[in-house]
Structures are given as structure tokens and as C-alpha cells.
């Protein structure tokens, strides 16, 4: 059974940093691209980061590069998003998704969700 789990959400001020966590198992990591997703309320899910299966090589939004930093630990089948200076605007439930397609920013390109964690950033 594949499943995806995140953790380490939380309630973090302005200008703190969090590590999210995505365990997955049920299939190999080796063979998938792992995006991670946002959504703010109100607002569409909106990709962040992706890092690929082939190569390892990673991926930024715009509005994140710099602050956000993913990366795979292929013998703990974990993906981290280090979340660096955060702003209220990260405020949303963060996804992790895996996709054997490589890297995309449509969701509907991945085949398998997590549930969600939330990210609060308020003072």
C-alpha cells in the first residue's frame, strides 16, 4: 500500500525556519519524483519544490528559491523541505506527492498525495 505522510508542520513566527518531513513507503523512492505542494485558504494547490528521481536534481518556485530547500534520503525513504525565513505568506497545508514522470509543477501530474501538514507563520 503506498502512502505518503507528512510531518512537521506547525505555528513558527515571522522570520523562523521548519523541516518538513515526508515518509513514504509501499514504493521505492529510487523511481519517483517527490514535489511539494501548498495551499493557502482560499487560494489553488500550488507546487514549491520537486526534486527528481533520476538525477536528484532539484527545483524552485520563484517565491520560494532561496528560502526553501528539499532534499531525499533515499535509505530512510524520507523527503525534507527545509522552510528558511518564513513569512505569513507560507501560511497553508503542505503536500508531498511522488510522480514516476519527473518533475512537474501541475498536481495532475503526480499520482500519489500525502494528507497534509499545516504551516502557520503569524506573530
Known amino acids: 500500500q503506498v502512502q505518503l505522510v507528512e510531518s512537521g508542520g506547525g505555528l513558527v513566527q515571522p522570520g523562523g525556519s521548519l523541516r518538513l518531513s515526508c515518509a513514504v513507503s509501499?514504493?521505492?523512492?529510487?523511481?519517483?519524483?517527490i514535489g511539494w505542494f501548498r495551499q493557502a485558504p482560499g487560494k489553488e494547490r500550488e507546487g514549491v519544490s520537486c526534486i527528481n528521481n533520476s538525477d536528484g536534481s532539484t527545483n524552485y518556485q520563484d517565491s520560494v528559491k532561496g528560502r526553501f530547500t528539499i532534499s531525499r534520503d533515499n535509505a530512510k525513504n524520507t523527503i525534507y523541505l527545509q522552510i528558511n525565513s518564513l513569512k505569513p505568506e507560507d501560511t497553508a497545508v503542505y503536500y508531498c506527492?511522488?510522480?514516476?514522470?519527473?518533475?512537474?509543477?501541475?498536481?495532475?501530474?503526480?499520482?500519489?498525495w500525502g494528507q497534509g501538514t499545516q504551516v502557520t507563520v503569524s506573530s
Open positions: 509501499g514504493f521505492t523512492l529510487d523511481y519517483y519524483a
Open positions: 506527492a511522488a510522480t514516476f514522470r519527473g518533475c512537474f509543477w501541475s498536481e495532475y501530474e503526480y499520482d500519489y
